[in-house]
T-cell receptor
Framework: GENVEQHPSTLSVQEGDSAVIKCTYS??????FPWYKQELGKGPQLIID?????GEKKDQRIAVTLNKTAKHFSLHITETQPEDSAVYFC??????????FGTGTRLQVFP | EPEVTQTPSHQVTQMGQEVILRCVPI?????FYWYRQILGQKVEFLVS????????KSEIFDDQFSVERPDGSNFTLKIRSTKLEDSAMYFC????????????FGSGTRLTVV
């Protein structure tokens, strides 16, 4: 079945450093790849997404890269801040289809 | 910014009881979803709903589960006879349609079955 693997499961960085989270997906028909930030007791919040017709997208300190051939995509956060601390989920889907989520990465940014 | 609203935020119920989780999706959205997250685990798809019918459901969504959009604004998830393993956060999500891939999630209902 469809599956999304996510690594690492936990990531600790010093404030100001960069953080990278990686995901691989199994369904080659997937063409939409969002990233969600989940804070304690809250629902997933979309932070950035990318469609399969582009290889990279950037929004201020956050960027996502996509390699369709290798079926993997990554989230890059630069100049991390303590408020970036949360659980991050990647997901993949076909157009108009359900999201398949990764297993999550708990990011801790230490001041 | 438009929101997906879920009520209640926390529900405690006895095993075997029926529960109804309520959601108000964003008003002009056409696609509606329920997802579940067991504590410490990933978010899992339960069901999608479009044009007043279920478009897809997962293996988790068995005969004990049902969804309804009774009045054009609410979207409900009913669990007929709750089990201990139904304890989880339940998230409702909606999406505008063909031109917009992005989902908006609600803040969830924490269901505790005792």
């Amino acid at each position: 079945g469809e599956n999304v693997e996510q690594h690492p499961s936990t990531l600790s960085v010093q404030e100001g450093d960069s953080a990278v989270i990686k995901c691989t997906y199994s369904d080659s028909a997937s063409n939409y790849f969002p990233w969600y930030k989940q804070e304690l007791g809250k629902g997933p919040q979309l932070i950035i997404d990318i469609r399969s017709n582009v290889g990279e997208k950037k929004d201020q300190r956050i960027a996502v890269t996509l390699n369709k051939t290798a079926k993997h995509f990554s989230l890059h956060i630069t100049e991390t801040q303590p408020e970036d601390s949360a659980v991050y989920f990647c997901a993949a889907s076909r157009v108009l289809d359900k999201l398949i989520f990764g297993t999550g990465t708990r990011l801790q940014v230490f001041p | 910014e438009p929101e997906v609203t879920q009520t209640p935020s926390h529900q405690v119920t006895q095993m075997g009881q029926e529960v109804i989780l309520r959601c108000v999706p964003i008003s002009n959205h056409l696609y509606f979803y329920w997802y579940r997250q067991i504590l410490g685990q990933k978010v899992e798809f339960l069901v999608s709903f479009y044009n007043n019918e279920i478009s897809e459901k997962s293996e988790i969504f068995d005969d004990q589960f049902s969804v309804e959009r009774p009045d054009g604004s609410n979207f409900t998830l009913k669990i007929r006879s709750t089990k201990l393993e139904d304890s989880a956060m339940y998230f409702c999500a909606s999406r505008a349609g063909l031109s917009n891939y992005g989902y908006t999630f609600g803040s969830g209902t924490r269901l505790t079955v005792v």
